[in-house]
């Protein structure tokens, strides 16, 4: 399942931050498809695939310490479109 997290730090955990992102490797079943980073600072965005509920809680739970994670599962539009029209739905 795809996940797009957005991670937000207040300015005094930056140096932690910092030193997660030199840190940061993906556990086994976490692919991560690409990242951001907001150049107004303080938030991080990042979209990912995790096979398993237990590999997506070994990728954020190590960050839980210095920022607050808000996950979001995601998927392609034109594959929701599909999987609706599928169904019934008409777009």
Known sequence: MLFM??????????????????????PAGVHVINQWLDLTGG?????????SSEAYAAFNLPWSDVCKIDSVPVMEATEFIKHMTERGMKF
Request: charged letters at 35%.
């Open 5 to 26: 997290d957005i991670s937000t730090w207040q300015p005094e955990h930056r140096a932690d931050i910092l030193k997660h992102f030199k840190e940061l490797r993906p």
């Open 43 to 51: 938030r991080f965005f990042i979209l990912y695939e995790a096979e």
